[in-house]
């Protein structure tokens, strides 16, 4: 059973020129013993989101924040490249002492609201600092995908790098505003940065959910159990 905790973490102590408003889509990377490196993405005054962590102490079932937050952890990117408009940390996987940052880069569009890819930063003391891997996403959208990928989820497993993403499939203009629809997808990689996307979907739209999204896979003895919005 789940046990509610209450607020962890409000930006509103926090704040800077950077540091105006959220603290969104967190999730926390071990460091060891008992402590977490929460990441999570803040806004900064123009509305461009950045990524951020703040440590933290999980004991007995308390879980206690320490220091201020830390970052931007790196900036956004180069002007027209995906992530210009703003960056989301999504999920970071450790692989032979290297942690792999996933992420989820911006940009505004015209007719649409938005478009989403997913980018790469690597780090190599720990999640302390990370350095992003290229100007370009390692899953944007394709011939197969016309809209955008987001929100990865990455484990490795006996060598063979797995990936849940969403896909958005289409645009409908929703009270005079347009609106996404997106679903979970699966993909596979050798070394996490060139991915064979077959296409394959592994959680469907159903009669109440046109927007699947932020995946969180667990695998439990030979049983994978996925947490979704």
Known sequence: MWQKKGLLFDIAKYKTSLRQSHGAIPFALHTEGNLFRIFFSSRNEKGQSLPYYIESEIKDGTITLTGEPVGPVFGLGELGSFDDSGIMPICCVKN?????????????????????????????????????????????????????????????????????????????????YPEPSYLAKYAESENGIHWKKDGIVCLDYDERAKAIARLSVIKIGDEYNMYFS
């Not at 015209?110 to 891997?133: M, W």
């Not at 484990?155 to 969403?166: A, F, H, K, P, S």
């Open 96 to 176: 032979e002492g290297v942690v792999y940052m996933y992420y989820v880069g911006w940009n505004p569009q015209v007719t649409v609201s938005y478009r989403h890819a997913i980018g790469l930063a690597v780090s190599h003391d720990n999640g302390k600092t990370f350095e992003r891997f290229s100007i370009g996403p390692v899953c944007d959208r394709s011939l197969d995908e016309p809209f955008f990928n987001s929100s990865p989820f990455v484990m490795v497993e006996n060598g063979v790098w797995r990936m849940w993403y969403i896909s958005c499939t289409n645009w409908q203009i929703i009270n005079n």
